[in-house]
């Protein structure tokens, strides 16, 4: 439908925004100059950084727990460049959240033998220098922000909350409110399910029910001032919300010029997701395999089993799929050369594994399907509960085929859920689940492009691309990590898994501001994912740290803008020659904008 029709069906508003519905009386109405929605890692990342300012800050987040990636989304092994590792050039904000982590009282089964120690103090995994079960990482966001609200006392957050939608002004260029809706367990012994398919639209459900309390909340700006609002959602839920502009999926060589691009644009194409789960040494009698009989599939078994895989790694000795990202290590042994011990614990996140890439249906719903299941007037995420139900099957499936197939007498393995597992949820998956890649905003013309994007020659150093540092932000640094999508009769995909490299062939990523900045909207910046880049920089970008300084980039400019230049776009600093003084800004207050 064009916009005319749209805004002659009621959809959008004569601005272009779209036109909420039914919306309750608001209960609570909060006040800020920055307003960030998701607590992501660059969600909280950005709201330590604004509130470090002394600006007014809110933030809410879906989620029991802050952290996203860290906690909710169980992806709780810091997977970091070498390089970066090597030099240390990581900024100080996120050095010293790693430190906050470290620091973390673990809360364990009995049977670990580990009660109240650090989680420094049992980590020992492979796959990067920090490994920890997620409510480590969880307290350790939860600590971080009320270390920053001291200089911000007036500043406050929300967890278990959802976006629902904002307001703008007559030009549709200025969002003068977001609306949430913080919903209240009625069972004080409530914890999620870990099955985000069936708690999708309770979350988000303007209405209370059974389980839990609904307060509507309505954030605005102080009188007579204007508000800064990041989005730091995973999947750039503010941005398909008010239909600003956006890529989805894979890209073309046509659209991109990228040597590697898909043969063309596909918007079902977006990275496979995956529901992280904890799998500890330890015989339970059976039980947590009694408990995964139940699991069953729209598909037949195998369709399922057939992809599962270690790929020829051993799973307990050396250098081994159990200590690749094990999260309690009780003996603190070697995770190259040495075993498990009693009481350990592992992370699994695997490709061959709990990757879920099936496109049918396709997890983040296009505009079109935005528009045919009424989004635009209730918004409930934006995202297919049919397809996380294919993926939460698929993880439980591959958590009952590796105590089937890779258990021992010698490693007897258990299945942590309930009150025994790290996730914090009846299923044992993650809360959420662990989303690679969701909408990409078009940036506004720079650098030669009408519509900016960093793309891949810009990120390659076999490649001639574009020099970003005198607009750049923050840096990060990584292998192109495509983790691709397919169909489920393997019909042709559009997917572009053979731009994957590993980091040696990837230069130092600058990210410049222009990536944070959208088309169409004055006083929005990204604060994670969702920034101006293609289906394969993209791949680059979205890890820990890489998100991470995205996001304290986007809160320091925030605050910024907020304190000193309180009317002028994010877009018109690089036009009024204010770049290099943001830069010492940024620098100055913890943050990086040169490797």
């Known amino acids: ?149 001291q200089y911000s006392p007036e500043s406050r957050w929300a967890i278990a909350t959802a976006f629902k939608g904002a307001e703008f002004d007559d030009t549709g260029r200025m969002i003068t409110a977001i609306h949430a809706v913080r919903r209240t367990p009625r069972d004080p012994a409530y914890s999620p399910q870990g099955r985000l398919s069936v708690e999708l639209n309770p979350w988000y459900d303007w209405e209370s029910d059974d389980t839990y309390e609904k307060t509507p909340i309505r954030i605005q700006p102080p009188p007579g001032q204007s508000m800064m609002v990041i989005d730091a959602t995973d999947t750039g839920e503010l941005v398909g919300w008010a239909q600003v502009p956006y890529r989805l999926g894979s890209d073309s060589w046509a659209t991109t010029g990228e040597l590697h691009a898909s043969d063309w644009d596909n918007p079902e194409c977006t990275q496979a997701f995956t529901l992280p789960f904890a799998l500890g040494v330890y015989d339970d009698g059976g039980a947590s395999r009694t408990a995964l009989e139940h699991v069953q599939s729209f598909y037949g078994e195998d369709e399922h089993t057939q992809v599962f895989s270690l790929e020829g790694m051993p799973m307990f000795e050396g250098r081994s799929f159990f200590n690749y990202r094990r999260m309690v290590s009780t003996t603190y042994s070697d995770p190259f050369y040495g075993v498990p011990a009693f009481g350990d614990i592992t992370l699994v996140n695997w490709t061959r594994g709990n990757d879920w890439n099936w496109m049918d249906p396709p997890l983040i719903l296009t505009h079109e399907k935005l528009v045919q299941t009424g989004h635009y007037q209730d918004w409930t995420g934006g995202i297919s509960a049919l397809s996380l139900r294919h993926g939460e099957t698929h993880a439980l499936m591959f958590a009952r085929w590796l105590l089937d197939n890779h258990a021992t007498s010698d490693y007897p393995l258990t299945y942590l859920y309930g009150e025994a597992g790290p996730m914090g949820t009846e299923s044992g998956l993650s809360m959420v689940p662990y ?161």
């Open 1 to 149: 439908m064009s916009e005319a029709e749209l805004i002659a069906a009621n959809v959008l508003l004569p601005n272009g925004r779209p036109q909420l519905a039914n919306v309750p009386p608001t209960e609570e109405v909060w006040e800020c100059e920055v307003a960030i929605i998701g607590g992501s890692l660059g969600g909280i990342a950005a709201a330590a950084e604004a509130m470090e300012a002394g600006v007014q800050t809110c933030l809410i987040e879906l989620t029991p727990w802050l952290g996203g990636q860290v906690s909710s989304q169980g992806v709780s092994a810091i997977d970091e460049s070498h390089e970066m590792l090597k030099l240390q050039n990581f900024s100080q904000n996120w050095q010293g959240f790693k430190q906050y982590i470290e620091r973390q009282a673990l809360d364990l089964p009995d049977w670990t033998g580990v009660v109240g120690d650090p989680a420094s103090s049992t980590n020992s995994c492979w796959v990067g220098l920090l490994c920890f079960p997620p409510n480590s990482g969880a307290q350790a966001a939860q600590e971080w922000m009320e270390s920053a609200r």
């Open 435 to 595: 989303i690679r890649e969701g909408r990409r905003i078009l940036g506004q013309s720079a650098y030669g492009q009408e519509e900016f994007m960093i793309r891949e020659q810009d990120i390659r150093n076999d490649m001639e691309g574009r020099d970003f540092r005198a607009t750049s932000i923050a840096v990060t640094h990584y292998d192109i990590d495509i983790h691709g999508c397919r169909y489920r009769d393997w019909s042709p995909t559009g997917e572009a898994a053979r731009a994957s490299v590993e980091e040696y062939l990837v230069r130092p990523i600058y990210i410049p501001l222009e990536a944070v900045v959208p088309q169409g909207v004055d006083n929005l910046l990204i604060g994670g994912k969702s920034i101006a880049a293609t289906h394969i920089a993209n791949a680059a970008i979205r890890v820990h740290h890489g998100e991470w300084h995205v996001g304290a980039a986007s809160g320091a400019i925030a605050a910024w803008l907020t304190l000193y230049y309180p009317n002028l776009p994010p877009a018109e600093v690089v036009p009024n020659g204010l770049m290099p003084i943001l830069q010492d800004y940024l620098n100055n207050t913890g943050g990086q904008t040169d490797w």
